[in-house]
C-alpha cells in the first residue's frame, strides 16, 4: 500500500560544514513497519548568503511555472500559531512592552518587536530579519527594508528610554547595576567610543554598557553606554544618577574594575557592591592556600550548567577594621580541563622548540618548562626543565572568589555573578560585523538604538524565563520548539493541514495556555 504523502511545505536546513542553508520540499508520511512518521524531501535551492532570500533551482521554478499556468495552487500558506500564541502572551503579562507601546504607538512598536523577537530566536545579523516569518498570520509585522529598520532604530533614542524607564522604576525598588563587555569597533566616527581595554588586546575604540536590572528577577529596565572603559567611582556616582539607582542598589563589576583602592572608595560612599576578584592577587593566593581543603570539601552548591561548585565563605580583614565577605570557590571540571589544556599547549611548545618555529605568545612557558639543547640548525633537544604537573598540582586552577560587602551566602552571590556573565554573553556580539555594514548600527544615531533594541529583546526572555521557571524548560528550547510548529492551508480548497504538538510544544501550551490545537 503505498503512503499517503502530506501536503508539501518548504524548510530551511543548514549545512553545518559550508554553512550553506538549502531548500528542501518536504513531505512526511506515516511508515506502519517502524511505527513512526517519516520524511520526503527533494532540494530545491538554497538562502542568499547576503540578502537570505530564497533562490530555486531552475527545475522548481518550471514547476511552478506550470503549476500557475494551469491555475494550480503553487505554495500553500504557513501560519506559526506557537510562536505568534508566544508573542500574545508577552504581551499580555509584560508591562515594559505595554509602557513602550503607550509612547510609540501600536504600529512602530508592531515593528520593533518583530526586530526584538528576532535577535531572540537567532544568533544572526539583524538585517536578515527582513527576511524572518514575514507575513505570517497572527506575528508581529516587520519593517520592508533597511532604511526602515534604521528609521526604527532611530526612534529608540535617549529621551524615550529615560521616559520608558521612568514609567518602570516607579515604587523604590531595589536594583542590581553591573558592567557589560567593552565592544570594540572599527567605526572611527562614533562619540561613544574611546580606546581602552579589550579582552582581545585589540587597538581599537570600543564602549562600556552599564545595565539596570530589578534585583529580585533581573529584569532589564534601562542601560547607559560609557566611551572606553571609564568606570571609576565618580563615573559610577554619574551612572547610578542618570539610572535612578537607589543607594540601596547593588553594584556588580567585572575583575577588570576591580582594585583595593575602588573597594576602599565605594566602602566610605555606603555603596553595595560584588566583585569578581582577578588572579595573580597576593591575598587570594594566600586566603586560598589556607583554607584550600575546607574549600575542597565545602558547601556543595549547583550553577547555571548543572555543575557541582564547592564554596566556602570567610569574612576577611580589609583597610584595618573593615571586614568583607569572599566567597571562594572551587570548580573541579573547570580545573580538570585547564589541566589538560595546560598539557596540550606544552606538547605544542615542544614542537615548537624541536623546528624553531618559535611562537611569541609562549615565550614564558618556554622559559618556564623547557631546556634547549641545539643539535643542528634544523633541529634542537628539548628537554623539560621542571615537573609540569607537580607545578600544576600546587597551582590554583580551578579557584577563584568573589568579594562583597553584603550578607549574600555563596549561592546567592553565584546566582547573581552568573546572571551577569548571561547578559554579557547575549550583549557580546552585539554589533556584528554584518550589522555595521549593512545597517551601519555603529554611526551614533544608530548605535544607542541598537543597544536599546536588545534590551526589548532582553525584556521578553526575562518574563519569558519567569514564566517557565519551575518547569525545567529552557527559553531557547521552547523558542526552538514553537518556531518549529508550523500550519498550512490551502485557501482554494478550504483545508488547512496543523502540525502535531510534541511532547514540548504540549508542555508550554499547558503552562502558559496558549491555546494551541491540531
Not at 605568545?361 to 622559559?367: C, K, M, N, P, S
Request: aromatic share 10%; net charge neutral; charged share 25%.
Amino acid at each position: 500500500m503505498e503512503a499517503t504523502l502530506s501536503p508539501p511545505k518548504v524548510i530551511e536546513i543548514t549545512n553545518k560544514k559550508n554553512n550553506v542553508t538549502y531548500l528542501y520540499e518536504d513531505q512526511h508520511y506515516w511508515d506502519p513497519h517502524k511505527k513512526q512518521t517519516r520524511h520526503k524531501r527533494r532540494c530545491i535551492g538554497k538562502l542568499d548568503r547576503v540578502t537570505g532570500q530564497r533562490v530555486y533551482n531552475p527545475a522548481y521554478r518550471e514547476k511552478i511555472s506550470r503549476q500557475e499556468d494551469t491555475g494550480m495552487q503553487v505554495i500553500p500558506t504557513f501560519t506559526s500559531p506557537g510562536l505568534a500564541r508566544l508573542q500574545d502572551y508577552v504581551q499580555q503579562h509584560c508591562r515594559p512592552i505595554q509602557e513602550l507601546a503607550s509612547l510609540l504607538g501600536p504600529d512602530a512598536t508592531d515593528r520593533l518587536l518583530h526586530l526584538a523577537w528576532f535577535l531572540l530566536c537567532n544568533r544572526r545579523p539583524l538585517s536578515f530579519a527582513l527576511f524572518w516569518e514575514q507575513g505570517k498570520s497572527g506575528l508581529h509585522q516587520g519593517p520592508a527594508d533597511l532604511q526602515a529598520v534604521r528609521e526604527l532604530l532611530r526612534l529608540l533614542d535617549v529621551e524615550l528610554l529615560r521616559t520608558w524607564q521612568a514609567k518602570l522604576t516607579q515604587g523604590g525598588q531595589k536594583y542590581a547595576v553591573f558592567d557589560l563587555c567593552a565592544i570594540a569597533s572599527y567605526e572611527n566616527h562614533n562619540p561613544y567610543l574611546q580606546y581602552g581595554y579589550n579582552r582581545d588586546s585589540e587597538a581599537l575604540e570600543q564602549n562600556t554598557i552599564v545595565l539596570l536590572t530589578t534585583y529580585e528577577r533581573f529584569h532589564p529596565i534601562s542601560f547607559q553606554i560609557l566611551p572606553g572603559t571609564m568606570l571609576d567611582c565618580r563615573t559610577v556616582d554619574e551612572t547610578l544618577s542618570f539610572l535612578d539607582a537607589n543607594d540601596a542598589s547593588i553594584l556588580m563589576l567585572n575583575r577588570r574594575f576591580f582594585s583595593l583602592s575602588r573597594i576602599e572608595q565605594l566602602l566610605q560612599q555606603n555603596r553595595s557592591f560584588l566583585f569578581r576578584v582577578p588572579t595573580r592577587q597576593g591575598w587570594l593566593d594566600e586566603l586560598i592556600a589556607s583554607n584550600r581543603q575546607a574549600i575542597e570539601t565545602g558547601i556543595g552548591l549547583v550553577d547555571s550548567q548543572k555543575r557541582n561548585i564547592r564554596s566556602l565563605r570567610l569574612l576577611a580583614p580589609f583597610f584595618g577594621n573593615q571586614s568583607l565577605y569572599v566567597h571562594l570557590f572551587y570548580d573541579e571540571l573547570w580545573r580538570t580541563n585547564q589541566r589538560e589544556n595546560l598539557f596540550s599547549l606544552l606538547g605544542r611548545c615542544k614542537r615548537e622548540l624541536e623546528t624553531g618555529q618559535h611562537v611569541e605568545e609562549h615565550a614564558r612557558l618556554y622559559e618556564t618548562y623547557f631546556r634547549v639543547r641545539k643539535r643542528s640548525k634544523a633541529l634542537h633537544h628539548v628537554q623539560l626543565a621542571s615537573d609540569p604537573v607537580q607545578r600544576f598540582e600546587a597551582s590554583h586552577a580551578g579557584f577563584w572568589a568573589l568579594v562583597t560587602n553584603t550578607e549574600l551566602s555563596s549561592q546567592e552571590a553565584l546566582d547573581m555573578y552568573e546572571k551577569r556573565n548571561a547578559f554579557e554573553r547575549r550583549f557580546d556580539n552585539l554589533m556584528n560585523f554584518e550589522d555595521c555594514q549593512n545597517l551601519q548600527v555603529q554611526s551614533p544615531q544608530y548605535f544607542l538604538g541598537r543597544v536599546f533594541l536588545q534590551l526589548i529583546s532582553e525584556t521578553i526572555r526575562a518574563v519569558l524565563h519567569e514564566a517557565l521557571e519551575g518547569s525545567g524548560l529552557s527559553v531557547e528550547e521552547v523558542l526552538f520548539s514553537l518556531s518549529d510548529l508550523r500550519n498550512v492551508s490551502f485557501s482554494e480548497q478550504g483545508t488547512c493541514y496543523c502540525g502535531r504538538l510534541t511532547s514540548v510544544q504540549k508542555k508550554v501550551n499547558e503552562l502558559l495556555h496558549l491555546g494551541l490545537e491540531t
